[in-house]
Structures are given as structure tokens and as C-alpha cells.
């Protein structure tokens, strides 16, 4: 009977194999053969591999070269490259060449043409958007570079607003977003590396760096970092954060991404490292500190009395964001004693009639908060100015008049919503909102006494935390030669040193000193 | 085997946090916040009848605008001490009673005077939740009865009200600026006299003929329809015993001569000296802190006292123009300085013979005298302050005489 039973479920859960599995062993042989004499041959091998006619887009023209009298096809993929510059500097030179000694690369008239005598490398280009060339009776094929993937232009930052700074942000293709930089910095030290990092899907990431003030052995180390990946596909600078960062699971981020080509260039003249890759609307900076994620663009940009200014508020608001909901709770629950006794008094008017204690108050309301800034995010454009409405007269009109919440828990949690809101950082506006809640976990069960222990821990977590060898909180603690641009910047004219964290080449910033 | 240790360790700690945590939580609004304390003499032996003070949160504010609550509850009853009558309260009271919001601390002037009455101030020390910088106020009459009267008419709630009137009436020099902390503080040093704000409801209809700066609470006539509540002058402890009352004038002598009372906005009046009918307004401003010199010899000693003061005079009703009369404005000064000083003299004098100890905080000043604390301490401050030499001068300076320093020729405009 059991026996039965048993076998009966396994039975069940066996898996049907609808899709048997298939090896690939013959395709991966025939792509390391070299190129073939026989233009029929290399034809059929490639129609073979590119799965033509099934393949749409890849294709396949064939052609006579007059004068030298000899057959030649060509073979590319039409939606990733411009098929015009093929028809005016490949096939009409091709076919109306009436020199009987001529090479065939002085036949072509395009700007780049290189050879390769392997399927696999020709195979290579072809996928980046070459045309490739095979004349009959060669054993190398002709690859003419002419790629037009498909993007959008140059647009306007959309995280990283400024005011007074340039309005260019990077987009998807790595060659803009390099153009981008060397217009900032017009020197021959700029460097723009390129290595391989995925292995299927070949992803290239640029190294950009200024050579002549770049350490070299922050360099070399994240060379290293970046040699150990071992991924199929790597297919953007987000995913490729997450890959090298050093410590994965911590809540603070350490490698800064930002949309803005200024900036970038900024961090390169000051000695830091670029990453750029194909498909990111993104630079990486590495390494990065607690005071870049800090720092906005435009604090560069405005004048150094505007600046420290809004470096106050930014400053004020971090700080309101961790603490006020806390501070609300632990004071409405163990600290009585310390609120003005008018204040206190409204306080505990305004509860009097609310269901809940504030604890429960407080976190409900930060969690609706978060929801609607989630649901915000994601709900299609249409839809998005209801979502406001609603999230802001349900959630705080309604909530206090049905008795759910208090009016001053509303203040509350609007003013931390709002002052995270300052912070600009993607990566560090979801850190600090996260500390938020544990910040009001430990008000509600041990008063400011709890706060403050969390946040001593947390103090002593963000100086143990590194960049790349850099102390988080670099240049601030561990002191270091640096122009200090911490919590305030100082004026421009007398920003003197580079970061010394970075060990640069060149410390100083002024030419004449150096 | 490390990562669940790890792990257990975690859970420990935060079994630790959840279960220790939370004990003293209190909600706020699960609270009745007590904002005056009063203490009168109880009809049993060793106990005395207590006040409470319960301000109501939800009165006035703009949540609740629409309630009928009343803004305070009152209740008076029999208690062993400041703690177990928390407990005797909630009889009646709904809510847990806390001294978290306590300002003002009342004792009738009868339970003042009573020698058991240090025995129970001093649960006010013990209390983890009493501030020490509450008031400190003496009434007339019974505290029951002064809180059941005084009935504010533009403030909303009686804690706005004491917290004004007191603050105002601190500024002006007319009541001393006495707290709890400073209360137990002189009378611990057992050297000096302590003060307590005195108040009362019981107005004196009968007409005193005094000057306004020779009134005590009470004793001011003021008609129309207002608050019954006067703070006025001060009441004079003496080792924990109240022995005596100042009057507007020696409070505002007080706090000159004690550098550590402080008054901000004092308007006062002296005879004129050029027309006997008339008295001058002036404001006196005490920028500098007193000269205190002070001569300490086997068993006695002297003290010499110089207050620099400063003094606007505002009204200048015998038409002398003192702004252009530099011989006048000299009259003026020596007459002030005279009749300042005297007062002043007098004063102290009287602290010497009749309270026979002093509130203007000397002990302190003199303790640099005494090469070691025995030897202070067998000085024995507060017994032989009677014997002393104590002579106070004031030294008086102008400041402006009122916005327009002119008064036109009286001759001139009358002809």
C-alpha cells in the first residue's frame, strides 16, 4: 500500500523531459576552423551559422569585381550598421573597378578594413556591425568597419538635475560617452582602456583614467578585480557595480554612479578611475567615498556661499530624515520630560482619539510613504497624477480625520519623506531611508538611548567600511592632504591638493606649484 | 558552524533588546500631566493635604476645538507623601498621574512655616520625574483654595498662564527668581536665607496708602473685572522654615545685591528732589556685577558692597530738563545714590536684627577667605552674619532721560 503511495508520487513529481538537451560541441568546432579558399564553402558555413534565410536580418549579397575578374560576397547583419556607407565604399568601388593588379583593400574606399582568418574572429566583428568580405580564391576575409547600432542622442540628466552646470548626461553608447569626457578634458594623459569582461556575451568596458595622476596600483588592483569575473553575460555598468563592489550586502553603497559627463570629469582630473561601458546611461567612479554620494553636482557650480549653504540643508536633511521619526517616537514613548510642556500637550491632544500607539503610528505611515513613492515610480504616466492625489488625501487628510493617525505624525513622516528627498544619490537615498526604519525600531524599544547606540554602531561601521583601499570617510577621518571638501567646500581658488587618499601622482592642482 | 553561531548569537541579542526593552514606555496621551503640586496643612498628624494641578491636553487645541472638556481638573486630598498620592489620585483620576510636566510647586504660607514642612519638601529630590527648576511659591492662603480661585481670563490654559505671569513677574524684579534646585541648594549650604515666590488670591481692600513698591501680594488695589491672583514680593526661609515676607521694594533690594537673582526690565520711582510733590519714573539697568569686598578677622568681619547701576530717568514731572542741566543731573545722582543707598542700608540692617541672616547669597562670595572648608565652617556664617559691618553704596550712572531728552520751558508755554 505504501510502496504504492510512494511510487504513485514520485511518479508524479519526475520531470518530463519535453526539450532533451542538445550540444553545441559541432558549432564550437566549426567556428575555430579558418577561413576557406572556396568562396561557395565559406558561404555555406557561414549561411550555416547565421541560420539563413531564418535569420532575417543577416545578410547575404553577392557580387562580381570586374577587372580582376574574380567572385566575392559580402555578408553582414543589416539592423546593426549603416548600409549606406556599404553601397558607397564597398559595392559600387567593387563593381566598377577596372584595374587588373589593384588589392582589393585599396579597392574599398571605407574608413576602416581589417583582415581576419579565422571564422571565429570574423564571426566577432560581423556581430559588432561589420561588413565582411570574402573574394573567391582567398583563404581571409575582409572586414569593413561600419557599425550604426541604434540609440537614443544626447538628452538632458534626469537624477542628477543641475542648474547651473552643462545639461549633457550620458547615453547608451560608450563612444558618445567618451566623446563626452575628452571634450572635458582635452589631453593626451586621458587613457580610454578596453577590456573584454563577459564571456558569451563579449560586454567591453572602457577603463578611463588619467594617466599621469592615476595611482598605479589602485589601478592595477582594479584591473584584477575586473580579470577575476567570471560571467556568461555582463550586460551593464548596474549589474557590473554589484559584481566588483567589495561588500556586497553592506548598506552603503562604494562605487558612485552618476548620468553626468561633468562630473566624471571631474573625478578623472582629481585622480579617480572611470568605468564606462556599452548599453549604461551611466559612468562608474571608483572608488568612492561617503562625501561624493554627499555632494551634488551643482555645489561645484554655484558660488561658494550658495554652495555651503545648500550643503547645509542637504546636511540638516540627511540628518532629519534618520532621526525625526525616531526622535518623534522615542520622546512620545520614554522622554516626556524633555518637550516643551506646550508642545507636549498638543502632543498628547492630537493622540488622544488614535487607536494605535505611536510606534505602530509612526511605521505605518512610513511605510505607506515608501509605498507611494514605489508605486509612484512605477505607475505609467497617465496614471501617475492620481497616484499623488490619492496617496497624499488618503494617506494623510482622510487617515487623521477617521482618527488613524495623528496630524503630527503626518508632519512627521512628510518632513523626513521630503528630506530624504535631498539627498541625490540613488544608492544612498535608499541607505539612508533604510537606516530610517531601523532607526525607528530602536527609538520605539530603547528610547533615544537605543538611537544613539544604533547610531555609534553605525558610526563605527561606516569608518571600518573601504573603497577600493579607501577609507570611507576619507578625507574627514582618516585625515589626509586633500582640499577638504567634506561637509563644506572651501572657495574655489584655494582648492590646492588632489585627494591624497587616491595616492595621485600629481598632489598638487596648480600647475605653477608643481 | 561559525555562521550559526552567528546566528544564535543574533537572535540572542535581539531576544535581549525585545525583552529588556520597553519597560518604561509610556504613551503620552495614556498620561494625566500633573502642572501644579500644592501642599497645605492636613487635620492628621505628620500628614499634609496635597493639590493637584491636571492640565487638559485636548483644551484649546485645534484637533479637538469642539470638545466640552474643561481645561483643568482639580483635586485636593490627605497623603503621606509627593509619591503614594499618585497612586491615591487615580481614584478618581483615569489616567496614570505623572509629574513629568510639573512647573510650579505651592505651599501655603501656614504649612511654610510649619517645622515638619523641610521633611516633606524634600520628596521632591526623590521623585525621578520632578524637575528641579520648577517654581517655588508661597500663598497667603490655603493652595486648594488659591488654585480653585485663580481663574485666568485670556489665557486658555492655567500652565501658559503661571508660566507668563511668572516670567514677567521675574523680569520685573518683583518676585525672585526661585526654583526647587535653588531652594534645597541654600538650604543645604545652611549659610544663607532662601526665597520662595509669594502669591495670593486674596485681595486687601483696605487702602495701605503704601508706595506700589511697598506692597506684598494682596495688598495692590486693582479694580475692574480680572484675575483674583497677585505675585507680589516674596516669602524668607530660614533652614528650611519660612521666618518672615519681603515686600516688592526688599525683593528688588535683594536681587541687586545677590548676583546670581537676576531682573532684566525694572521701572521704579523715587521722590524728586527738586519738587516734593512729584516722584520720578526711571528704569534701572544692572549691566556690571557688585564690588563685594569683604574683610574677614578672628570670629567677625566687614563687608563693603558697591552696585554700579545704571538708571534711565523717564519722566521728569518738575520740568528741570536734566538732559542740559549737568549741575541738576548731579543733584539728582547724589540725591538717588543717597536714597538708594539708605534703603538699601536699612535693609540689610533689618536682615541683620530681625531674620538675622541674609539672602543675598555672601556666604559664597566669602568662602574664598578661608584657607580651608573647617575653617569656614567654624566661622559658622549664618551666626555671625548679625555682628557684621555691612555697608552698601550704590554708584549711579545716566543713561538716556526718556526718547526726547527736552522738556519745553513751562513759564514759556503757559505765557
Avoid at chain 1, 488622544?352 to 509605498?371: D, G, N, Q, R
Wanted: hydrophobic share 40%; net charge neutral.
Amino acid at each position: 500500500m505504501l510502496k504504492n503511495l510512494v511510487s504513485f508520487i514520485s511518479d508524479k513529481f519526475k520531470i518530463k523531459n519535453d526539450y532533451p538537451e542538445q550540444l553545441s560541441t559541432d558549432d564550437i568546432k566549426l567556428k575555430e576552423q579558418n577561413i576557406d579558399t572556396s568562396l561557395k564553402k565559406n558561404i555555406e558555413t557561414f549561411e550555416r551559422i547565421y541560420f539563413i534565410p531564418d535569420n532575417t536580418d543577416v545578410k547575404i549579397r553577392h557580387l562580381f569585381i570586374p577587372g580582376i575578374n574574380k567572385k566575392a560576397a559580402i555578408i553582414y547583419i543589416s539592423s546593426i550598421m549603416d548600409t549606406k556607407i556599404i553601397e558607397e565604399t564597398v559595392i559600387r568601388p567593387l563593381q566598377n573597378n577596372q584595374h587588373t593588379t589593384i588589392e582589393i583593400t585599396n579597392i574599398i574606399s571605407a574608413e576602416s578594413v581589417s583582415t581576419a582568418e579565422k571564422i571565429k574572429d570574423a564571426l566577432k566583428e560581423i556581430n559588432k556591425g561589420s561588413c565582411a568580405l570574402f573574394i573567391d580564391g582567398e583563404d581571409q576575409v575582409y572586414l569593413i568597419g561600419a557599425a550604426n547600432f541604434q540609440g537614443r542622442s544626447i538628452e538632458k540628466p534626469e537624477n542628477e538635475v543641475s542648474l547651473l552646470g552643462p545639461k549633457e548626461a550620458f547615453n547608451e553608447k560608450a563612444m558618445t560617452n567618451i566623446s563626452l569626457i575628452r571634450k572635458k578634458i582635452k589631453n593626451e594623459n586621458l587613457i580610454i582602456e578596453a577590456t573584454t569582461i563577459s564571456k558569451r556575451s563579449k560586454d567591453e568596458l572602457y577603463i578611463v583614467y588619467v594617466k599621469d595622476l592615476v595611482n598605479e596600483e589602485l589601478l592595477k588592483n582594479i584591473k584584477d578585480r575586473l580579470n577575476t569575473i567570471d560571467m556568461d553575460i555582463i550586460q551593464n555598468l548596474s549589474i557590473l557595480e554589484q559584481i566588483i563592489e567589495e561588500r556586497p550586502k553592506s548598506i552603503f553603497p562604494t562605487i558612485l554612479n552618476t548620468e553626468r559627463p561633468d562630473r566624471a570629469a571631474y573625478f578623472l582630473e582629481d585622480g579617480f578611475i572611470v568605468l564606462i561601458m556599452e548599453n549604461s546611461p551611466s559612468a562608474l567612479i571608483l572608488p568612492a567615498t561617503f562625501w561624493s554620494f554627499f555632494h551634488s553636482a551643482d555645489d561645484r557650480y554655484q558660488r561658494f556661499l550658495y554652495a555651503n549653504f545648500t550643503r547645509v540643508i542637504r546636511g540638516s536633511a540627511l540628518f532629519i530624515t534618520i532621526f525625526i521619526s525616531a526622535i518623534y517616537v522615542s520622546v512620545t514613548n520614554y522622554h516626556a520630560e524633555m518637550v516643551p510642556s506646550d508642545l507636549l500637550l498638543a502632543i498628547s491632544a492630537t493622540r488622544e482619539k488614535v487607536p494605535f500607539p505611536t510606534f505602530i503610528e509612526v511605521l505605518m505611515m512610513e511605510s505607506a510613504f515608501e509605498l507611494i513613492r514605489e508605486a509612484g515610480l512605477r505607475v505609467p504616466n497617465p496614471i501617475g497624477p492620481t497616484i499623488g492625489i490619492v496617496g497624499a488625501l488618503i494617506l494623510g487628510q482622510a487617515a487623521v480625520q477617521a482618527n488613524i493617525v495623528s496630524p503630527i505624525v503626518v508632519i512627521v513622516v512628510a518632513l523626513s519623506g521630503l528630506s530624504s528627498f535631498a539627498i541625490g544619490d540613488i544608492s544612498m537615498n535608499f541607505a539612508i531611508r533604510i537606516i530610517r526604519f531601523g532607526m525607528i525600531i530602536a527609538g520605539g524599544v530603547l528610547g533615544i538611548y537605543g538611537m544613539a547606540a544604533i547610531f555609534t554602531i553605525g558610526l563605527f561601521y561606516v569608518v571600518s567600511i573601504k573603497s577600493f583601499g579607501v577609507p570611507y570617510l576619507a578625507p574627514m577621518t582618516p585625515k589626509y592632504i586633500s582640499s577638504n571638501d567634506t561637509i563644506f567646500r572651501k572657495l574655489t581658488k584655494n582648492e590646492r591638493f588632489r585627494p591624497g587618499y587616491l595616492k595621485p601622482k600629481d598632489v598638487t592642482k596648480k600647475a605653477g606649484d608643481s | 558552524m561559525k555562521k550559526r553561531r552567528c546566528k544564535l548569537l543574533s537572535i540572542i541579542l535581539l531576544l535581549l533588546v525585545l525583552l529588556s526593552g520597553c519597560w518604561d514606555q509610556k504613551q503620552v496621551d495614556k498620561r494625566a500631566y500633573v502642572y501644579a503640586v500644592g501642599m497645605d496643612m492636613a487635620d492628621e498628624e505628620n500628614k499634609f493635604n496635597i493639590t493637584y494641578l491636571i492640565v487638559n491636553p485636548e483644551y484649546g487645541s485645534q484637533v479637538s476645538s469642539n470638545t466640552n472638556e474643561s481645561p483643568q481638573e482639580l483635586i485636593t486630598f490627605e497623603t503621606n507623601d509627593l509619591m503614594t498620592s499618585k497612586n491615591i489620585a487615580n481614584v478618581v483620576i483615569a489616567k496614570e498621574i505623572t509629574y513629568d510636566l510639573l512647573r510650579v510647586v505651592i505651599v501655603s504660607e501656614k504649612l511654610a512655616k510649619d517645622k515638619r514642612f523641610i521633611r516633606w519638601m524634600y520628596d521632591a529630590t526623590k521623585d525621578r520625574e520632578i524637575r528641579r527648576d520648577s517654581y517655588f511659591i508661597v500663598t497667603k492662603e490655603n493652595v486648594s483654595t488659591f488654585l480653585k480661585v485663580n481663574k485666568p481670563k485670556l489665557e486658555t490654559r492655567l500652565d501658559q498662564y503661571f508660566e507668563l505671569i511668572l516670567k514677567r513677574g521675574i523680569d520685573n524684579g518683583m518676585i525672585p527668581d526661585m526654583d526647587l534646585h535653588r531652594f534645597f541648594n541654600i538650604t543645604e549650604a545652611d549659610a544663607d536665607l532662601a526665597l520662595g515666590i509669594y502669591g495670593t488670591t486674596q485681595g486687601n481692600n483696605e487702602d495701605t496708602g503704601k508706595v506700589e513698591d511697598q506692597l506684598l501680594a494682596g495688598e495692590l488695589k486693582i479694580k475692574g473685572e480680572t484675575n483674583a491672583t497677585q505675585f507680589l514680593g516674596s516669602a524668607l526661609f530660614k533652614e528650611g522654615q519660612m521666618i518672615g515676607k519681603l515686600n516688592a521694594e526688599e525683593t528688588r533690594i535683594t536681587i541687586l545685591l545677590n548676583d546670581t537673582l537676576e531682573m532684566s526690565d525694572v521701572l521704579t520711582t523715587y521722590p524728586d528732589p527738586f519738587d516734593k510733590d512729584f516722584r520720578i519714573a526711571a528704569r534701572l539697568i544692572k549691566k556690571q556685577k557688585n564690588k563685594v569686598n569683604m574683610k574677614i578677622k578672628n570670629g567677625s568681619g566687614e563687608i563693603n558692597v558697591t552696585i554700579p547701576l545704571i538708571i534711565e530717568i523717564l519722566s521728569d514731572h518738575s520740568m528741570v530738563n536734566y538732559g542740559r542741566n549737568a549741575e541738576k543731573r548731579k543733584e539728582l545722582k547724589k540725591k538717588i545714590e543717597d536714597n538708594l543707598s539708605a534703603k538699601i542700608n536699612d535693609f540689610v540692617k533689618k536682615t541683620q536684627e530681625e531674620y538675622k541672616g541674609e539672602p543675598f547669597g555672601w556666604s559664597l562670595l566669602s568662602r574664598r577667605h578661608f584657607k580651608t572648608l573647617s575653617e569656614y565652617e567654624k566661622f559658622d556664617w549664618m551666626k555671625t552674619y548679625p555682628t557684621m559691618k555691612v555697608n552698601v553704596k550704590v554708584d549711579v550712572r545716566f543713561g538716556e532721560f526718556g526718547k526726547q531728552g527736552e522738556v519745553p520751558n513751562l513759564k514759556r508755554v503757559r505765557d
